[in-house]
């Protein structure tokens, strides 16, 4: 287990990738143009949530989950995205290859909920 940052909500200690599970789901949770002196950071996916999940919107979403990711998040090669829905809660579900120190070459998997839960 490798310390690398603070959990947001707790400010206690977390691993490596717990910070990259909390990153991703800030940069996917975090609207383009609302960071102040930041404007590019975050994802085009909030506001996609909410429109209904067709073949168009699907793409969409891959697209803004993926480029968001390749931009912000150095730590990680996505090589899958997966949208989930049960009921009101809508889920995105990832496989990527880590980028980083000793865990280079190491395949993870990321859930983060997106609708329907905290």
Known sequence: ???????AATGRRIT???????SVRD????????????REYGSLLPTLIDQPLH???????YAATVMALT???PRLRIT?????????????DMQAVRNDGLRAGT????????RGAA
């Not at 940069?27 to 930041?38: E, N």
């Not at 073949?55 to 979403?61: C, D, H, S, V």
């Not at 395949?107 to 997106?114: D, F, H, R």
Request: hydrophobic content about 45%.
């Open 1 to 7: 287990m490798n310390y690398l940052g603070l959990t």
């Open 16 to 22: 490596d990738i717990e910070h990259i599970r909390q």
């Open 27 to 38: 940069i996917l949770l975090t609207p383009v143009g609302s960071r102040v002196m930041r």
């Open 55 to 61: 073949g168009a919107t699907l793409l969409r979403a």
């Open 71 to 73: 931009r912000w998040e």
């Open 80 to 92: 899958r995205v997966q949208f989930a829905v049960e009921g009101p809660q809508l889920t995105i």
């Open 107 to 114: 395949a993870t998997n990321i859930t983060i909920p997106l």
